[in-house]
């Protein structure tokens, strides 16, 4: 399983990006995924998830601004994000987990992308 994100760059106050997140391997149209962030000298954190149904949530820090989809055709999920603010600068990575089970141990494989940059200037 490989993730490979795209889509991120530098944009002013208020504007507007949209990240890409392919994902290899026959995986896709049945695990939830998510998107998480860092901002330097920061913890990573949760900013958005999608489950294979299609439900979602958001970070308060992130709601009503950005919109997380997938196209499960294309193996693709998404992040919109508009009204981008200075403090969403951080590096975006997509993520998802497989749970495996062997015999009584349950095992979680967490799949990350490589991240993408945004940097919002004031």
């Known amino acids: 399983v490989q993730l490979q994100a795209s889509g991120g760059g530098l944009v002013q106050a208020g504007g507007s990006l949209r990240l890409s997140c392919v994902v290899s391997?026959?995986?896709?149209?049945?695990?939830?995924m998510d998107w998480y962030r860092q901002a330097p000298g920061k913890e990573r954190e949760l900013v958005a998830t999608?489950?294979?149904?299609?439900?979602?949530n958001y970070a308060d820090s992130v709601k009503g601004r950005f919109a997380i989809s997938r196209d499960n055709a294309k193996n693709t999920v998404y992040l919109q994000m508009n009204s981008l603010k200075p403090e969403d600068t951080a590096v975006y990575y997509c993520?998802?987990?497989?749970?495996?089970?062997?015999?009584?141990?349950?095992?979680?494989?967490?799949?990350w992308g490589q991240g993408t940059l945004v940097t919002v200037s004031s």
């Open positions: 993520h998802t987990k497989i749970v495996t089970h062997k015999g009584w141990t349950r095992y979680d494989n967490n799949y």
């Open positions: 391997g026959n995986i896709f149209s049945g695990n939830a």
């Open positions: 999608i489950t294979a149904g299609g439900s979602t």
